[in-house]
């Protein structure tokens, strides 16, 4: 009677070139999918980016266990599916951008369509270039390349000419004032990190160069694209299921504004990890060296910098700056609003560093607050509107005001002043309570 192998050691035994044929089919049946035809867009659909990235993916898992990255008869195999996989994954998250844009809701976006068209012609070019020298590449290690290849039909686009009905109407959530409130303060702080880029227009390849990467970089991104995922997930979690089916227009429009934020920083995210990871800086090693010259030439290197900046970038700030005005209304709709009568700062009254403090409390929070007088108003969130009413009060000598808004910045304006707007009565500054130091970063 034969004994039973074990199906661990049986699997264990087997060659890594017996493996690596295994693991590199799916891949190459891709590559050689697009780089025996002249392609088109139509072949680079949503199926068929799912199915590049996650087989170049599953391949360079393999390399890597295998010590690719240090062999110099497979280290440009191996990089070569890190490309596929970066880039692929980029393609997939901009084909959704062009496919869900009518659901967007977005302004003016003629100009963005025609510069998301231009991007991913630009990932397909690529993707195409690279897959060729996979093959060429693949050959020269003796890996078999698949007789069964695929056809157009086994990768279906994404779209149909139906839509099912929506007939789940659950309405808006409880508590939905409050969830408003954060998630427009959380769109509006992160708006705050995007403006100062000052990206109103492109830059030239010389500025891109000094802002990449050590400005803009993966690290910084993936952490707003975090960010950014976690806002959207908290909206449709607590606010409106729906997502961007909303019924109310407000939210569907504010919706559509951080979802394709999310989505252009995932293209972002993708491109610069390739950049800084293959094309940058890729060490002192002749086979480095060589293997990204090669890459270069695949992956045009400023075409990838111009569109992660004067595009993704670009309309990233672009529409966080669109949708400031529609936070700050949906903010303003729902916020908690109060009063609190306070001192003014002793001898000195409003000056400078008190009014700065104010303005700064009221700015972090995002909500209206006004310092009323009599019948005069004044925003609490201009330094320069609180000097004026800082005038009014040393001319009438009021020695306590009300401010009125956003409950939030009333607390801490309170606390504010209960330590004399953190200065001594000579103008000189003295520590602020811990619950205020985030003004010190401001």
């Given amino acids: 009677m034969k004994a039973k192998r074990d199906p661990e050691t049986t699997e264990t035994s087997r060659s890594y070139a017996e493996k690596v044929k295994i693991f590199s089919q799916e891949y190459l ?19 068929f980016y799912s199915a590049m990235t996650s087989s170049s993916h599953l391949l360079e898992d393999f390399l890597d266990s295998h010590g690719a990255k240090s062999n110099k008869n497979w280290y440009l195999y191996r990089e070569l599916s890190a490309a596929v996989r970066h880039l692929s994954s980029a393609g997939y998250f901009q084909k959704h951008i062009l496919t869900r844009m009518e659901f967007y809701d977005l302004p003016e976006d003629r100009k963005f369509r025609e510069e998301g068209e231009k991007t991913i012609s630009f990932l397909n070019s690529s993707l195409t270039r690279i897959s060729r020298v996979v093959i060429d590449e693949a050959n020269r290690l003796a890996i078999p390349l698949p007789e069964n290849l695929y056809k157009s039909d086994d990768f279906p686009d994404i779209a ?5 009905p929506s007939d ?16 427009a303060t959380d769109f509006l702080d992160i708006n705050a990190y995007f403006e100062e880029f000052g990206l109103f227009e492109p830059f030239d390849m010389k500025k891109i160069r000094k802002l990449v990467p050590e400005k803009v970089n993966e690290v910084e991104i993936r952490t707003y694209e975090m960010r950014v995922h976690n806002l959207q997930s908290y909206f449709d979690t607590y606010v409106v299921q729906g997502g961007t089916t909303a019924r109310n227009t407000k939210f569907r429009q504010f919706r559509g504004l951080f979802s394709v934020v999310l989505h252009l920083l995932q293209v972002m995210g993708r491109l610069l990890h390739f950049y800084e990871r293959h094309l940058h800086d890729a060490g002192y090693k002749d086979i480095y060296k060589k293997v990204k010259t090669q890459l270069s030439f695949m992956v045009k290197t400023d075409t990838l910098l111009d569109r992660t900046i004067n595009y993704a970038l670009y309309y990233v700030c672009y529409f966080l700056n669109k949708g400031k005005d529609l936070a700050h209304e949906l903010l303003n709709e729902s916020i908690e609003r109060k ?10 009254g409003f000056h400078c ?26 925003d609490a969130s201009s ?24 409950n939030r910045s009333l607390r801490d304006i309170e606390l504010l002043a209960s330590v004399n707007y953190a200065e001594d009565r000579m103008g000189k500054g003295i520590p602020l309570p811990k619950e205020l130091q985030y003004l010190l970063n401001k």
């Fill in 29 to 47: 049946k891709c590559c050689l999918y697009i780089s025996q035809f002249k392609p088109s867009s139509a072949m680079f659909t949503k199926y």
């Fill in 160 to 164: 149909t000419g139906d839509t099912l």
């Fill in 168 to 183: 789940i109407h659950d309405g808006l959530k409880q508590e939905e004032k409050k969830n408003i409130v954060k998630i």
């Fill in 339 to 348: 009063e609190v009568t306070v001192g003014i700062p002793k001898d000195r």
């Fill in 353 to 378: 560093r008190p009014s700065l403090l104010v303005a700064k409390i009221v700015n972090h929070y995002g909500g209206e607050v006004a310092l009323v007088i009599g019948p005069d108003r004044f």
């Fill in 383 to 406: 330094v320069l509107d609180m000097q004026w009413a800082g005038g009014k009060i040393q001319q009438e000598k009021i020695t306590e005001v009300v401010f009125e808004g956003d």
